[in-house]
C-alpha cells in the first residue's frame, strides 16, 4: 500500500522521484496519516490539507538548508513523515515520542519550534536576513494559515519586511473556503505568469525607469494594482511590498511544483496565496473540518471515536454555566480568541449569536475590546487557554487592571496538558496573575466548586480570574444553581484524626489549591494531616492560615503551577507578613519546562501525586528530626 512512502527517508529520496510519481505519493500520504492518527490522536484535518503543499515544499527547496518555518505547527505531520520520522508517528506526543508541533531538537529540517500562531514571518524574516548577513543563496520560506494571518504579530512581520527586501517567500494556506470558481485554470495560469522570471524582471525593470517619471510611475502602479485586482486579491500584500502571486489550488501538485519552482529563482519578497481544504482525503473530516482539528483515537474507517469517556470536563461546566448565567443577565456577553469549541462556548454562541465574539487569533486585541466592552456596562467573559493568556499581559495589565474594569477570565487547560507538551502548558498562571492589583485568582478543586467560582468572579465588582485544567476532574455532581463563595475564603476539608503524643512526631497541615486537592487527601491519610482547599490565591485566606500555623508544626503547599512565584510564595511570603516561623514545604512545578506525555504520569514525575507528596513530606520530617536531634 504504502511502496513509494516507505523508499522515503528524507527529502533527498523524495526529489528522485518524478512528477507522476508524486500524486501517488500524495495518496500514499494522506492514508497513512489517517491510519496513524487513528491510533495515537492528534491533530487531523489541518494536516490533511497540506500534503500536496508539503510535498512539493521539500521538493523544490533544498531543506534543510533552505528554510521551512512552519506557523503554529499542527499542519507539520506529513513534514515530519517526509524527514525520516515516519515509524516515531506510532509514538507521537507520547512519554518520550515526537512531539505534536516542530521542536528544533527533534529534526535538522524543524528549523523553528511552534506551538502558537503567527509567529512564521518573523522568524523566516529573521531567517532571511540572517542568510543576507553571511552571503549565503539560502531560501526562507514561512507558512502560513488564513487563522494565523487575523493576528496582529503577522502583520506587524509584514510591515517590517517591507523595509528589508530580503529573500523571503510567505505562502498563505488559505483553508477557510472551498476551491471556488476564481480559483481555476485561469488563475493558476496567472500564478505561473506572475511568478515566472520574465514578468519579475520587467516588472524590477519597469520599477527602475518609472523611478525617475514620478507621474507616470503612479499611473503605471495604479494599473498594475486594477490589473491584478480584478483577479485576485492581492493589492494588500503588494502594498507591503511583496510580490503577490495567486491564489491557486493547493491540491493541484503540477501547478504548486510550478509556481514554487518558479518563486524559488526570484529575489525578494514573494507571497503566494493557495487554497487547501482542511480534511481533504477523508470524507468525515471534510464535513466537519473542526470536529477533526483535534481527535482522541477513532476508526479510521468511518471516523467514529473510540474514547469511552463520558465525563463532563471542566470545559463543559463551563459552557453550561455561562447559558445559565447568560439566561438571567443579559448583559453578559462571551468572547474567544479563535477557540469556541475548545473553550466551550458552542452552546452559548448558537443561543446568543448577537452576545457572543469570536475575534479570531487576536488575543491582545480581545482583552482591550473585552475592555472596551466593559467601560460601556456590558459584562464580558473572556475564554482564554493560560498558554495563549500569556500573549496578552500587557492589556490584561494596563487596559484592565489599572482601570479596575468589570472583566472575568476562564481560564481553561492550567496547568500541565498531557499530549500538547510545554508549549501549551498553562503552568504560570498563578505566578503572572497574582502580581497585578485589583483582580481576585480562583483555583477550583472540582467542577461544582468551578460553577461556584464562575459565578462569584461574574458577581464580583472587579477583575476576577478562575483557572482550570484540562479534562474531567473528580466531582460528577454538580449543583444547578448559580451560588457564589465567599471571597477569600478557604476551608478545611479533613482534620487530624489522633493526638500525637511521640516527642518527634509532627502535626502536618496540607494548604491545597485547585486540582492538587485528591492527590492532598490521599496523601494526607497516610501521613494524618490536615487538609485545607484553598480556593483562592488572592485573596489568601490568612486568617485560616494563622488558624493552621498556630495548631500544627509544618505547613506544606501543593499546587499544580510553576513553583518560582505561584500559590506557595504567597503563602510564605503572608506567614512571613504575620511573623509565623513554623516549617514550610512548597510542592508545584519545577523550574523546567515539562515535556509532552499522559497528565497522571507527568504530575508524578514532578512529585505531585499522593505518594510523590508522601515522600516529600516524610522527606521534610526526617531532615527536621536529624536537625533537632544534633541541636
Same mark, same amino acid.
Given at each position: 500500500?504504502?511502496?513509494l512512502?516507505?523508499s522515503?527517508?528524507?527529502?533527498?529520496?523524495?526529489r528522485?522521484?518524478?512528477?507522476?510519481?508524486?500524486?501517488?505519493?500524495?495518496?500514499?500520504?494522506? &492514508?497513512?496519516?489517517v491510519e496513524?492518527?487513528a491510533?495515537?490522536?492528534?491533530h487531523l484535518?489541518?494536516n490533511?490539507g497540506?500534503?500536496e503543499?508539503?510535498?512539493?515544499?521539500?521538493?523544490?527547496?533544498?531543506t534543510?538548508?533552505?528554510?521551512?518555518?512552519?506557523?503554529?505547527?499542527?499542519?507539520?505531520?506529513?513534514?515530519k513523515?517526509? %524527514?525520516?520520522?515516519?515509524?516515531?508517528?506510532?509514538n507521537?506526543r507520547?512519554?518520550?515520542?515526537i512531539?505534536?508541533?516542530?521542536?528544533?531538537?527533534?529534526?535538522?529540517?524543524? &528549523?523553528?519550534?511552534?506551538?502558537?500562531?503567527?509567529t512564521?514571518i518573523?522568524?523566516?524574516?529573521?531567517?532571511?536576513?540572517?542568510?543576507?548577513?553571511?552571503?549565503?543563496?539560502?531560501?526562507s520560506?514561512?507558512?502560513?494559515?488564513?487563522?494565523?494571518?487575523?493576528?496582529g504579530?503577522?502583520?506587524?512581520?509584514?510591515?517590517?519586511?517591507?523595509?528589508?527586501?530580503a529573500?523571503?517567500?510567505?505562502i498563505l +494556506?488559505d483553508?477557510d473556503m472551498?476551491?471556488?470558481?476564481?480559483?481555476g485554470?485561469?488563475?493558476n495560469?496567472?500564478?505561473?505568469?506572475?511568478?515566472?522570471r520574465?514578468?519579475?524582471?520587467?516588472?524590477?525593470s519597469?520599477?527602475?525607469?518609472?523611478?525617475?517619471?514620478p507621474?507616470?510611475?503612479?499611473f503605471?502602479?495604479r494599473?498594475?494594482?486594477?490589473a491584478?485586482?480584478?483577479?485576485?486579491?492581492?493589492?494588500?500584500?503588494?502594498e507591503?511590498g511583496?510580490?503577490?502571486?495567486?491564489?491557486i489550488d493547493?491540491?493541484?501538485?503540477?501547478?504548486?511544483?510550478? %509556481?514554487l519552482?518558479?518563486?524559488?529563482?526570484?529575489?525578494?519578497?514573494?507571497?503566494?496565496?493557495i487554497?487547501?481544504?482542511k480534511?481533504?482525503?477523508?470524507e468525515?473530516?471534510?464535513? !466537519?473540518?473542526?470536529?477533526?482539528h483535534?481527535v482522541?483515537?477513532?476508526?479510521?474507517?468511518?471516523g467514529v471515536?473510540?474514547s469511552t469517556?463520558?465525563?463532563k470536563?471542566?470545559?463543559?461546566?463551563?459552557?453550561?454555566?455561562l447559558?445559565?448565567?447568560?439566561d438571567?443577565d443579559?448583559?453578559?456577553?462571551?468572547?474567544t480568541?479563535?477557540m469556541?469549541?475548545?473553550?466551550?462556548?458552542?452552546?452559548?454562541?448558537?443561543?446568543?449569536? =448577537?452576545?457572543?465574539?469570536?475575534?479570531?487569533i487576536?488575543?491582545?486585541?480581545a482583552?482591550?475590546?473585552a475592555?472596551g466592552?466593559?467601560?460601556?456596562?456590558?459584562?464580558?467573559?473572556?475564554?482564554?487557554?493560560?498558554?495563549?493568556?500569556?500573549?496578552?499581559?500587557?492589556q490584561l495589565?494596563?487596559?484592565?487592571a489599572?482601570q479596575?474594569?468589570?472583566v472575568?477570565f476562564?481560564?481553561?487547560?492550567?496547568?500541565?496538558?498531557?499530549?500538547?507538551?510545554p508549549?501549551?502548558?498553562?503552568?504560570?498562571?498563578l505566578?503572572?496573575?497574582r502580581?497585578?492589583?485589583?483582580?481576585?485568582?480562583m483555583?477550583?478543586? !472540582?467542577?461544582?466548586?468551578c460553577?461556584?467560582?464562575?459565578? &462569584?468572579?461574574y458577581?464580583?465588582?472587579g477583575v476576577?480570574?478562575?483557572?482550570?485544567?484540562?479534562?474531567?476532574?473528580?466531582?460528577?455532581?454538580i449543583?444547578?444553581t448559580?451560588?457564589?463563595?465567599?471571597?477569600?475564603?478557604?476551608?478545611?476539608?479533613?482534620?487530624?484524626s489522633?493526638?500525637?503524643?511521640?516527642? +518527634?512526631s509532627q =502535626?502536618?497541615?496540607?494548604?491545597?489549591?485547585?486540582?492538587?486537592l485528591?492527590?492532598?487527601?490521599?496523601?494526607?491519610?497516610?501521613?494524618?494531616?490536615?487538609?485545607?482547599?484553598?480556593?483562592?490565591v488572592k485573596?489568601?485566606?490568612?486568617?485560616?492560615?494563622?488558624?493552621?500555623?498556630?495548631?500544627?508544626?509544618?505547613?506544606?503547599?501543593a499546587?499544580?503551577n510553576?513553583?518560582?512565584?505561584?500559590?506557595g510564595?504567597?503563602?510564605?511570603?503572608?506567614?512571613q507578613a504575620m511573623h509565623?516561623?513554623?516549617?514550610?514545604?512548597?510542592?508545584?512545578?519545577?523550574?523546567?519546562f515539562?515535556e509532552?506525555g499522559?497528565?497522571?504520569a507527568?504530575?508524578?514525575?514532578?512529585g505531585?501525586d499522593?505518594?510523590?507528596?508522601?515522600?516529600?513530606?516524610?522527606?521534610?520530617?526526617? &531532615?527536621?528530626?536529624?536537625?533537632?536531634?544534633k541541636?
Amino acid at each position: 500500500m504504502f511502496n513509494l512512502l516507505d523508499s522515503i527517508q528524507s527529502p533527498e529520496d523524495l526529489r528522485k522521484l518524478n512528477r507522476d510519481e508524486l500524486t501517488v505519493l500524495a495518496s500514499q500520504l494522506r &492514508t497513512f496519516l489517517v491510519e496513524s492518527v487513528a491510533k495515537t490522536g492528534g491533530h487531523l484535518a489541518s494536516n490533511l490539507g497540506v500534503v500536496e503543499l508539503t510535498i512539493a515544499l521539500h521538493y523544490v527547496f533544498n531543506t534543510p538548508d533552505d528554510r521551512l518555518v512552519w506557523d503554529v505547527g499542527h499542519q507539520t505531520y506529513p513534514h515530519k513523515i517526509l %524527514t525520516g520520522r515516519r515509524e516515531a508517528m506510532a509514538n507521537l506526543r507520547k512519554p518520550n515520542g515526537i512531539a505534536g508541533f516542530p521542536r528544533r531538537c527533534e529534526s535538522q529540517y524543524d &528549523t523553528f519550534g511552534t506551538g502558537h500562531s503567527s509567529t512564521s514571518i518573523s522568524a523566516a524574516l529573521g531567517m532571511a536576513i540572517a542568510a543576507r548577513q553571511a552571503g549565503l543563496d539560502r531560501r526562507s520560506v514561512a507558512i502560513i494559515g488564513d487563522g494565523a494571518m487575523t493576528a496582529g504579530m503577522a502583520f506587524e512581520a509584514l510591515n517590517n519586511a517591507g523595509d528589508m527586501d530580503a529573500n523571503l517567500l510567505v505562502i498563505l +494556506n488559505d483553508n477557510d473556503m472551498s476551491i471556488s470558481n476564481n480559483v481555476g485554470a485561469l488563475n493558476n495560469y496567472l500564478a505561473r505568469l506572475l511568478s515566472g522570471r520574465f514578468y519579475d524582471s520587467v516588472r524590477r525593470s519597469g520599477k527602475k525607469v518609472l523611478d525617475v517619471m514620478p507621474n507616470v510611475k503612479e499611473f503605471a502602479k495604479r494599473a498594475e494594482e486594477h490589473a491584478k485586482g480584478m483577479v485576485t486579491p492581492g493589492t494588500l500584500f503588494e502594498e507591503f511590498g511583496f510580490n503577490y502571486i495567486g491564489p491557486i489550488d493547493g491540491h493541484d501538485l503540477p501547478v504548486l511544483l510550478d %509556481t514554487l519552482t518558479n518563486i524559488r529563482e526570484l529575489k525578494g519578497m514573494q507571497f503566494l496565496h493557495i487554497v487547501t481544504q482542511k480534511g481533504k482525503g477523508f470524507e468525515p473530516a471534510e464535513d !466537519d473540518p473542526n470536529k477533526y482539528h483535534g481527535v482522541s483515537k477513532f476508526d479510521p474507517c468511518n471516523g467514529v471515536s473510540t474514547s469511552t469517556s463520558q465525563a463532563k470536563t471542566y470545559t463543559q461546566v463551563f459552557g453550561d454555566w455561562l447559558v445559565d448565567m447568560a439566561d438571567k443577565d443579559s448583559q453578559l456577553v462571551a468572547i474567544t480568541p479563535a477557540m469556541c469549541d475548545g473553550s466551550g462556548l458552542n452552546a452559548f454562541a448558537e443561543k446568543y449569536p =448577537k452576545r457572543y465574539f469570536d475575534v479570531g487569533i487576536a488575543e491582545q486585541h480581545a482583552l482591550t475590546f473585552a475592555a472596551g466592552l466593559a467601560c460601556d456596562g456590558l459584562k464580558p467573559v473572556v475564554a482564554i487557554y493560560s498558554t495563549f493568556l500569556q500573549r496578552a499581559y500587557d492589556q490584561l495589565i494596563h487596559d484592565i487592571a489599572i482601570q479596575n474594569l468589570n472583566v472575568l477570565f476562564a481560564i481553561d487547560r492550567a496547568g500541565l496538558v498531557g499530549a500538547d507538551g510545554p508549549t501549551h502548558a498553562g503552568t504560570f498562571d498563578l505566578s503572572y496573575l497574582r502580581c497585578i492589583p485589583n483582580i481576585i485568582v480562583m483555583a477550583p478543586s !472540582d467542577e461544582n466548586e468551578c460553577r461556584q467560582m464562575l459565578t &462569584t468572579g461574574y458577581q464580583y465588582n472587579g477583575v476576577a480570574a478562575v483557572r482550570y485544567p484540562r479534562g474531567a476532574g473528580p466531582n460528577k455532581h454538580i449543583d444547578a444553581t448559580l451560588s457564589a463563595l465567599p471571597i477569600g475564603k478557604g476551608e478545611i476539608v479533613r482534620h487530624l484524626s489522633v493526638n500525637l503524643t511521640n516527642k +518527634n512526631s509532627q =502535626k502536618i497541615a496540607i494548604l491545597s489549591f485547585g486540582s492538587m486537592l485528591t492527590a492532598s487527601l490521599e496523601a494526607a491519610e497516610k501521613l494524618d494531616a490536615t487538609v485545607a482547599n484553598m480556593r483562592f490565591v488572592k485573596p489568601l485566606d490568612t486568617a485560616l492560615i494563622q488558624q493552621l500555623a498556630s495548631t500544627h508544626d509544618l505547613i506544606v503547599t501543593a499546587e499544580e503551577n510553576a513553583l518560582m512565584g505561584g500559590a506557595g510564595s504567597a503563602v510564605l511570603e503572608a506567614m512571613q507578613a504575620m511573623h509565623l516561623n513554623n516549617a514550610t514545604l512548597c510542592l508545584g512545578l519545577p523550574d523546567t519546562f515539562i515535556e509532552h506525555g499522559v497528565h497522571e504520569a507527568m504530575l508524578a514525575e514532578c512529585g505531585l501525586d499522593a505518594a510523590g507528596m508522601v515522600n516529600a513530606i516524610q522527606l521534610m520530617l526526617d &531532615t527536621k528530626i536529624k536537625l533537632n536531634t544534633k541541636n
